[in-house]
């Protein structure tokens, strides 16, 4: 499937690579919720890349990884086999000792985010290079404090290092001080058009407009809600289920929108979400006799409406 849109932030990223074929180097965040279009973006980035002949190294956090110290960094450093003995011995002894390659005790952290910027930088030797760490709220906090270190000193090294993250405001603290790019919804008539491909037409107007509202301009909200519509229901030969359908991942992603609410707000979306037809007054008195305080926000138009 094509990446629908991201003109603009396409631009800016393959502007990164421009720099780095002109000698620069550069660090980027892309911030946005869950299934808004930051691995598209980096995929397609990385074709970009490997068209103009860079050396990619892509790496993506792993959830169960996390509490594995340097984990995500050993990931990395296998893309560049024989590097490491390249490097000064001090920051060579420190990455082979994290490593677990030789036997020490544990090297100054200084020494080993040092170590990764220069491997990093010996890696660019002979071409720019693209390094892409996705999801990188998953990565282990111990890769991720070396891979900041390296990102925010990078200069004239040729090299581009890529984030992606979620929104949160509490996101990890190693991607502090780095350039960010937010990536938001699509617009109507781009979500309107990867709608129409992934359906391939068959789309009546009912259909079409709850799926539209409800996903508010994330396309994995689009593509999981329509692929698990019927063709009778999409063409609206028969009834839209009420809430629409989220499969898999996309209830992952509506779960942590909700807990990222006020407990009172979420009480308010339970109560709405058992009696659909409620008013919005009635819903907030049963609320109150529950001894909560949901924040002031207006009632959402559909109980299963995603992000709200």
Do not use: C
Request: charged fraction near 20%.
């Amino acid at each position: 499937m094509a990446l629908i849109d991201r003109t603009r932030e396409l631009s800016v990223l393959t502007g990164l690579l421009e720099g780095a074929q002109a000698g620069n180097s550069a660090a980027m965040v892309l911030r946005g919720e869950p299934g808004i279009g930051k691995t598209a973006l980096l995929e397609a980035v990385s074709a970009s890349a490997d068209a103009q002949g860079m050396t990619t190294a892509h790496v993506t956090g792993i959830e169960s990884e996390a509490p594995l110290g340097y984990a995500a960094l050993h990931r990395l450093i296998r893309f560049f086999p024989g590097v490491v003995g390249r490097l000064p011995p001090p920051q060579r002894d420190a990455l082979r000792t994290t490593l677990g390659l030789v036997f020490g005790p544990p090297p100054d952290r200084f020494l080993i985010g040092l170590g990764a910027l220069t491997l990093l930088a010996d890696a660019a030797a002979d071409g720019p290079l693209l390094a892409v760490i996705d999801d990188a709220q998953w990565l282990d906090p111990e890769s991720g404090t070396v891979l900041g270190f390296a990102a925010r000193r990078l200069h004239a090294e040729r090299v581009v290092m890529l984030f992606a993250a979620r929104e949160a405001e509490d996101g990890p603290p190693w991607l502090s001080a780095l350039p960010e790019l937010m990536i938001g919804p699509l617009g109507d008539l781009d979500a309107a058009g990867l709608l129409s491909e992934v359906t391939g037409g068959l789309l009546g107007p009912d259909a079409r407009a709850r799926l539209l509202g409800e996903s508010r301009g994330n396309p994995l909200a689009l593509v999981e809600v329509a692929r698990e519509l019927t063709p009778e229901q999409l063409t609206g030969a028969a009834v839209l289920p009420d809430p629409l359908p989220a499969p898999g991942s996309l209830r992952q992603l509506f779960a942590r929108r909700l807990r990222q609410l006020p407990p009172g707000t979420r009480l308010l979306l339970a109560v709405a979400a058992a009696e659909p037809t409620a008013s919005e007054a009635l819903a907030r008195s049963v609320v109150q006799r529950l001894d909560a305080d949901p924040a002031p926000a207006p009632m959402p138009s559909s109980p299963g409406a995603p992000g709200r």
